[in-house]
């Protein structure tokens, strides 16, 4: 069985390399020399493009055997004789324009089963509206009134709830449940999200919780990509929205009215309570904690575990598990803390008689 289960749609020559990547080749190579796949510098073979950005993978520059290498000028005095080498700035972003152009079908899902483009194998209400070159895979129920737009692929065992709106060319994983909702094109819903769903809203009070009503959809704008297991909550009195190009991680938790901006990058098993604001270009690490109604700033950046207790300033850096703040001051408690805990230790030594 092959090592991967994605092959190339295409050879790239080095020709074809150097107009994809805009990278200036190094010396003299043959263009019409092919490339079909991609590694990394330690595993690449004659067929293969690798790429070397990092001084920690220098090591095994000597020793890879590529077909053909994206780099840094720094680095060429270090490549083996024989191996092509294209020069760019960012050798990371040029490899990953290659390995778009071998591999384009690992950039969007395609259906589990392999269902045929366009073939309808699920259960769809007579009310849905179905765009050109839908695909339904079996499993899959479509509810009264959903609209789907051309080429959109619904995965096995997904349910579309009624009067949900999809844009074309979008992508809904295996499992995925939706409703309350509109959809953009071209928006990546990974495996087993649950999207719409009523908000976590209750009145207490000493007779008990009285639950809140949820009248509000999910908007989610064009080239947004939610990773696996997702859960994102309808508005309650007004939309929960996700703006352009923003990019979710697997396991994140949307609360009501969120509201995230343009391009933001939230990483895994974060959360997001209700009403909370992210400005366009937010990035937070992974298990990032916000309270209610707080804002974060255009720009501003997270670090993985913080927990955000109120508005972060555009273009911030913070951090902190117990309360977020900025790095800075982050840093310094910590190392004080740090300090503090070895006096401690050297005063317990000397009172027990140790050097």
């Known amino acids: 069985m092959d090592e991967f289960l994605f092959q190339a749609v ?59 290498l994206i780099t840094q000028s720094k680095y060429v005095s270090d490549v083996p004789d024989g191996c092509p080498v294209f020069v760019v700035r960012d050798p990371y972003r040029a490899f990953v324009l290659v390995a778009r152009e071998l591999f384009p079908d690992a950039i969007s899902p395609k259906s589990l089963l392999e269902t045929p483009a366009g073939r309808i194998m699920g259960m769809v209400d007579p009310t849905a509206r179905l765009g050109e070159g839908v695909t339904i895979d079996p499993g899959a129920i479509i509810g009264p009134r959903v609209a789907i737009g051309a080429r959109t692929l619904i995965g096995a065992n997904a349910i579309i709830a009624a009067d949900v709106s999809i844009g074309a060319d979008c992508s809904i994983g295996a499992g995925a449940t939706i409703s309350h909702a509109v959809i953009a094109d071209r928006v990546i819903i990974h495996r087993g999200c649950h999207i719409g769903q009523d908000g976590f809203g209750y009145v207490g009070s000493q007779k008990g919780h009285m639950k809140v009503p949820q009248i509000g959809r999910v908007v989610i704008h064009a080239d947004v990509e939610i990773g696996a297991g997702c859960t994102i909550d309808r508005g309650g009195m007004r939309d929960t929205t996700i703006g352009e190009g923003t990019k979710i991680d697997n396991l994140c938790q949307i609360g009501h009215n969120v509201s995230i901006g343009k391009h933001c990058i939230i990483v895994a098993q974060s959360g997001l309570s209700g009403s909370v604001v992210l400005e366009d270009f937010v990035m937070l690490g992974a298990r990032v904690g916000i309270q209610p109604h707080a804002r974060v700033g255009k720009g501003a950046q997270l670090a993985a575990r913080s927990s955000v207790m109120r508005d972060v300033p555009a273009g911030a850096r913070w951090g902190g598990v117990y309360i977020a703040k900025p790095m800075k001051q982050f840093f310094r408690e910590a190392i004080a803390l740090e300090r503090l805990g070895l006096r401690s230790r050297k005063t317990v030594r000397e009172e027990d008689g140790h050097e």
């Open 10 to 68: 295409r050879q790239l020559s080095l020709a074809d390399i150097a107009s994809v990547t805009g990278a200036s080749p190094v010396g003299e190579y043959r263009p019409e020399i092919t490339i079909g796949g991609i590694a990394p510098l330690d595993t690449a073979g004659p067929t293969d493009i690798a790429f070397l950005e990092n001084e920690k993978f220098r090591s095994s520059l000597a020793k890879t055997r590529a077909g053909a």
